[in-house]
């Protein structure tokens, strides 16, 4: 059962992983110009951002259950 949280904590750092990597690529958009209305950049920054943090928590948290379990 401890394993199984872990595994989950690994797949929702790589979720987080993987939004981290869409804001960054629609910010590039929306720095051109492209990108949907209403989003800046200063947001989409920010939310990758706080997307990274997650998944650094996120992997620390699993890497803790590994080493205790």
């Known amino acids: 059962?401890?394993?199984?949280?872990?595994?989950?904590?690994?797949?929702?750092?790589?979720?987080?992983?993987?939004?981290?990597l869409v804001a960054m690529l629609r910010l590039g958009k929306a720095r051109k110009g492209k990108g949907a209305p209403g989003e800046t950049p200063a947001e989409l920054k920010g939310f990758a951002l706080r997307q990274s943090l997650s998944a650094v928590v996120m992997f620390a948290l699993a890497a803790i259950i590994f080493s205790y379990s």
């Open 1 to 20: 059962m401890i394993l199984a949280i872990a595994i989950a904590s690994l797949l929702v750092g790589l979720l987080c992983l993987w939004l981290e």
